[in-house]
């Protein structure tokens, strides 16, 4: 399954180094790509952070990293040990000097030089300045940052500007990392590499989008940071913004990334205000021997939603009178992510038994089990006159590509090499999140200058009563969340 394309040796600097997302997410990755063969001779990962490591000691945290988060299967003695030798340490104090020149001292000419900030948003800035002030970035060197990207349109303004005064937005990788999965980057081959569904793809043939993620996990010790945040922070603005977009934009010319870009602006441009009435807010409550939202937050008497529901209209031509809704929350039945496209009715039925009659939806799996399913009209089988039936035409893509689920590669491992070979096709543009946050802000300061309460759901349930009545008053239904 997977060919590998060639990347230029590099040098990457992980600020935040013995941090969470390196542990569980950035390491792991990094040590699959070097599996894979795509990582050149030469090239060295750096960990930068406050500890006072020495090499040794970080190198075995990056050992335990990888024992505890990469598959039995993908283990290999011999190349842990040599990816383990690619690694260096630096101790570093972000907001004084101390570390900048060894960092400086260990920088080469002639690589690719990278530098991501997995580390709280404040720093950025800092790090930004330190990079440039001890001249150790350089006009080709690239910079990775991690969500959150801005609480708001000030504060993701105030983040863009701080960046730009050391780098170009040539050089910013702004992550969202549901871009990086194999599923999402499908879609556009789903829908802009066959003929068969563009033709259909607008209000004229849609009756609606479902685009649901729906997590089993709650924020258990992340309340610190999530409680000042919420789903519609944390989950809406970013991740279910960019499935919208890539559902809802125009074809762009090229697979190129200001092109993609374009082209989802578009779309964020022209979606419309989100009504109060049309948005569901929820909390999980206690139960099942589990604590309740609120226990983990900090504060009793917390309003973060951990759930929202929303109807969203995109006023353009192509989706005038077709919703999207979206909805996404924490400690939900079941972890599924899924986007359904309903289509309309045929305008005129030939059969004269419309029991069972259905419309036709297509449900793209994004994860877990990912695959296509497109529910389609047949015949009954049998002699019984003309009776109709729905069936699912069934795509499993591990099936389908004979690959076992832990060959699709996480999205991390995809987007970091990405930015060693200088794409940024699946990273979001200054512009991009300004406007998401512009879209964001009024519904948040809706609910705020309300004080409006999300309201209670039990966990393991499929949400807040209110999520139900938001698609039941347009005589239309969720999917069950499986
Ligand atoms: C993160 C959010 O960006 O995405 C988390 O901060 C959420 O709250 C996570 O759990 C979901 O990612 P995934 O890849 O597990 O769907």
Redesign the pocket.
């Known amino acids: 399954v997977s060919r590998v394309i060639p990347v230029d040796t590099f040098d990457l600097v992980i600020f935040g180094g013995t941090g969470d997302l390196a542990r569980r997410k950035i390491f792991p990755g990094l040590y699959r790509r070097f599996l894979a063969g795509q990582m050149p001779e030469g090239s060295r990962i750096i960990g930068a952070a406050r500890a006072d490591l020495t090499e040794a000691a970080f190198r075995a945290t990056v050992r335990e990293a990888i024992d505890e988060f990469v598959p039995e299967a993908r283990k290999d003695a011999a190349v842990i040990d040599a990816f383990i030798g690619r690694i260096g340490y630096v101790s570093i104090d972000a907001k004084g000097t101390g570390g900048w020149p060894d960092l400086r001292a260990m920088m080469r000419e002639n690589v690719v030089r990278a530098f991501y900030f997995s580390v709280a948003p404040v720093l950025f800035g800092d790090i930004a300045e330190r990079l440039h002030e001890h001249g150790i970035a350089d006009a080709w060197s690239r910079i990775v940052v991690e969500?959150?990207f801005g609480r708001d349109l000030a504060s993701a303004r105030a983040l863009n500007e701080t960046l730009a005064k050391h780098f170009t937005e040539a050089q910013i990788y702004r992550i969202d990392?549901?871009l990086g999965?194999e599923t999402v980057q499908n879609l556009m081959a789903v829908r802009f590499a066959n003929i068969l569904f563009e033709p259909l793809w607008k209000a004229e043939y849609i009756d609606h989008v479902q685009i649901t993620?729906a997590?089993t996990?709650g924020?258990e010790g992340?309340g610190a940071y999530?409680d000042k945040?919420g789903a519609m922070r944390?989950?809406v603005q970013?991740?279910l913004m960019q499935l919208l977009c890539l559902i809802a934009m125009e074809p762009p010319y090229h697979f190129d990334p200001d092109a993609v870009r374009d082209e989802k602006l578009k779309v964020i441009r022209a979606l419309d205000a989100v009504k109060p009435e049309d948005i569901v807010r929820g909390q999980y409550l206690a139960g099942g021997g589990q604590e309740g939202y609120v226990a983990h937050s900090e504060n009793p008497a917390s309003k973060t939603e951990s759930y929202i529901a929303l109807k969203v209209h995109i006023s353009n031509w192509r989706w005038k009178g077709t919703p999207f809704y979206l909805r996404t929350g924490?400690r939900l039945r079941a972890?599924a992510?899924e986007i359904a496209i309903t289509f309309k009715e045929p305008p005129h039925s030939i059969f004269d038994d419309a029991e069972g009659w259905r419309e036709n939806v297509l449900v793209i799996r994004l994860?877990p089990n990912e695959g296509m399913n497109l529910m389609m009209m047949i015949k009954e089988p049998g002699p019984g006159g003309m009776r109709l039936m729905q069936v699912p035409l069934d795509m499993a893509f591990a099936d389908a590509l004979g690959a076992d689920a832990e060959d699709i590669p996480d999205?991390y491992e995809r987007l970091i090499m990405d930015v060693i070979r200088g794409n940024q096709t699946l990273f979001m543009r200054g512009d991009e999140v300004e406007a998401a946050w512009a879209w964001a802000d009024p519904i948040i300061q809706g609910w705020e200058e309300r004080g409006m309460k999300p309201q209670g759901y039990d966990p393991g349930s499929s949400g807040p009563e209110d999520a139900l009545m938001l698609m039941h008053k347009d005589g239309r239904r969720w999917r069950e969340i499986r």
């Open positions: 969500k959150p990392h549901y999965k993620v997590e996990v924020v992340r999530y945040s944390d989950m970013n991740h924490k972890r992510s994860q999205a």
